[in-house]
Nanobody, 122 residues
Framework: QVQLAESGDGSVQAGGALRLSCVVS?????MAWFRQAPGKEREWVGC???????KNADSVKGRFTISRDNAKNTLFLQMSNLRPEDSAVYYC???????????????????WGQGTQVSVSS
């Protein structure tokens, strides 16, 4: 069973920055970040393939950067210029699949972390 553990939760003011990390118990294929705000559905934030190719949701383009360290089985999310609407529980996810482009939907991922809280105040 693949296990994922997020870290880096915190509270910042609007315009601030945070970096989230997600350690995976074994080498992963596609990896992604999702987030879920209270009362809303979980939404895709971005994803990365095994070669470092990334996709980002329009809402975070130019502000969030996804990266990975394959040697350490770790996924990162560097968030800058944070807005109150970015407040949510952030989840990392992965799948052993490596073919094609990384999925932008929840069902494309088999393994999920427990989530980490990000709060942005105005």
């Amino acid at each position: 069973q693949v296990q994922l553990a997020e870290s880096g939760d915190g509270s910042v003011q609007a315009g601030g920055a945070l970096r989230l990390s997600c350690v995976v118990s074994e080498y992963a294929g596609f990896m992604a970040w999702f987030r879920q705000a209270p009362g809303k559905e979980r939404e895709w934030v971005g994803c990365i393939d095994t070669f470092g190719g990334t996709k980002n949701a329009d809402s975070v383009k130019g502000r969030f950067t996804i990266s990975r360290d394959n040697a350490k089985n770790t996924l990162f999310l560097q968030m800058s210029n944070l807005r109150p609407e970015d407040s949510a529980v952030y989840y990392c996810a992965t799948t052993r699949d490596r073919r094609g482009g990384c999925p932008t939907f929840m069902s494309g991922y088999n393994y999920w972390g427990q989530g980490t809280q990000v709060s942005v105040s105005s």
